[in-house]
């Protein structure tokens, strides 16, 4: 109606412009995985990872951190959890920009049909982070924007259509409930 002409006006007075979100793929080549099992959240010494494990793992995979655990000139290093298998080849996607929930519930249930045909993976992943600034916040707490901004969640979906929910909000935020 007329409300939205006076706002299209508005942004095309202001030079304001709609962004399509950012998407990049990459291949990662001879990846070391954790090995997981679905009903084993805490995992099973040489059998499974636990959530914690898989999650750490899973931070350092986004941030191509080098999992060889190889010293150089820096004061730590990271390797793979106990069990993993060596991938010969793990697809990563990155979109960056302003997703809408409805979006996100979209490309999950596109990721579940991945298992609807044989393949070769066990479990797959979308991790999801919020903006540091966004509103978010639970328990009508405020959020700890400046005390950090996290929140994230990421599903983890295995070959049975199980899953995990792992949420990761700042120090000063409570959990949702």
């Known amino acids: 109606g007329a409300e939205g002409s006076t706002l299209m006006s508005y942004f095309t007075k202001n030079q304001i412009q ?8 990459s291949t990662l080549r001879d990846l070391q995985c954790p090995v997981l099992q ?8 040489e059998e499974s990872c636990s959530t914690e494990e898989l999650f750490e793992w899973l931070g350092a995979v986004l ?3 080098n999992l060889d655990n190889k010293s150089s000139s820096f004061l730590s290093t990271y390797c793979c959890p106990q069990p993993n298998t060596l991938v ?3 697809f990563l996607c990155t979109i960056t920009g ?3 929930p409805d979006k996100i519930i979209q490309l999950l249930e596109q990721l579940c049909c991945y298992f609807g045909e044989p393949k070769l993976a066990h479990w797959l992943t979308l991790t999801v982070h919020g903006f540091a600034d966004s509103p978010v916040s639970w328990r009508e707490n405020e959020h700890g924007f400046h005390k950090g901004g996290e ?15 792992q949420m990761a909000v700042g120090t000063n935020d409570d959990c949702p409930p």
């Not at 929140?151 to 929910?165: K, P, S, T």
């Open 151 to 165: 929140n994230l969640y990421n599903f983890v979906v295995f070959r049975n259509l199980d899953y995990w929910l």
């Open 98 to 100: 302003f997703i809408i």
């Open 88 to 90: 010969d080849q793990a």
């Open 38 to 45: 679905s009903n084993e959240l805490q995992g099973k010494p």
């Open 18 to 25: 709609a962004l399509k979100p950012k998407i990049t793929f």
């Open 63 to 65: 941030n191509q951190v």
